[in-house]
């Protein structure tokens, strides 16, 4: 497994340039050079930016050079900061992981690939120069399994014009259930040695969205501890969620969330990333605001302790708001104990 030097500690910047109302006041408001210098006082190394399409393209795919410029903006900020910066494309034309947002259709459409790989060219050759402290992340989360052999295609075709203009840029590469880190396996061979693989962590998922409103089949009232017992996690797994989630198979029902959890689950990518020489990074883990402050800090000290026995690097999610913010009021009091753990 190579080394991501320079992306180990981070932290995301969801909810400015993605999952938003995309209007001006949000991008000159919602996260501003203020926030870049405060990131770099917690001591992280890095920040995690998803975009959406609609900040630089109209919906005929014709670029808005405005848009463009936050992105500009945000790269120069961490210059200044001596942070390094990873472009999320969050959502694409033609596909989004949240159903709620009605982009569908990517996936058997070459137009809308077309229009993807074009937006990643413009990144690129926008971009590619700063390779020193960028890194660029293809596309979040793909949701299905089914879509995994047309999504490695793509991807390994995108990578391949990303190369014309940016031949030494970090690319990082997720895999299906919402990258989950069951689907490493299955990510494309790495297209040469600039190639990262990226999952997500929520695990587990009973803990981290407790109360989720989003969750379809959710108790928005559902609470539960960090310090629950296994049987009590599977139980509230099974009763408040139907979608793809680690279970607690193996594992004692009177044990209760430890190191070993993490190191179990994450032992099969950390595997195939040093098999093909690759690094391994998790672009998004966190704790809901519906858990108490002082359960989150727990949680990320047990996953961060196992994010650095093995070297991996992350980002959590998120900065401010979102359900996740780490900069909220309501985590004054633990703060400054969680960021030794991010």
Excluded at 188 to 216: K, R, S
């Amino acid at each position: 497994m190579t080394d991501f030097t320079g992306f180990k500690h981070g932290v995301n910047l969801g909810g400015w340039l993605s999952q938003c109302d995309h209007t001006t006041k949000r991008y000159d408001e919602f996260v501003t050079r203020k926030d870049i210098e405060v990131i770099k006082g917690w001591g992280l190394d890095h920040v995690r930016v998803p975009v959406d399409y609609e900040l630089v393209e109209e919906n005929d795919g014709s670029y808005k050079e405005k848009g463009f410029v936050y992105i500009d903006n945000v790269i120069s900020w961490c210059r200044e900061y001596g942070l390094n910066m990873i472009l999320d494309l969050h959502r694409t034309f033609g596909y989004s992981f949240y159903d709620g947002d009605n982009e569908h259709g990517f996936f058997d459409s070459e137009e809308y690939q077309e229009r993807f790989y074009k937006l990643w060219e413009k990144f690129a050759e926008r971009y590619g120069k700063n390779s020193d402290m960028l890194a660029f992340e293809l596309l979040n989360e793909v949701t299905k399994k089914e879509y995994c052999d047309t999504w490695n295609d793509i991807s390994y075709k995108c990578i391949e014009k990303i190369r014309k203009y940016a031949p030494d840029i970090k690319i990082l590469v997720g895999g299906y259930y919402n990258n989950s880190v069951e689907a490493v396996k299955d990510i494309a061979m790495p297209y040469d040695e600039n190639i990262v693989y990226n999952f997500h962590c929520y695990e587990p998922l009973i803990f981290t969205h407790q109360g989720a409103p989003w969750i379809p089949t959710m108790d928005t009232s559902y609470r539960i501890s960090v310090k629950a017992s296994y049987k009590e996690m599977d139980e509230g797994s099974r009763n408040n969620i139907e979608q793809v989630t680690t279970g607690f198979a193996g594992y004692s029902e009177d044990a209760v969330l430890d190191e070993q959890y993490f190191e179990d689950i994450f032992a099969e990518a950390i595997e195939v990333a040093k098999q093909r020489g690759v690094s391994l990074y998790c672009g998004e883990y966190g704790v809901i605001d519906r858990a108490a402050p002082e359960e989150a800090l727990s949680w990320y000290k047990i996953i961060g302790n196992v994010f650095n026995k093995f070297d991996i690097g992350r980002a959590a999610w998120n900065y401010k708001e979102m359900d996740f913010g780490l900069s909220d009021k309501r985590m004054d009091d633990v703060r400054e104990d969680l960021i030794k753990y991010l």
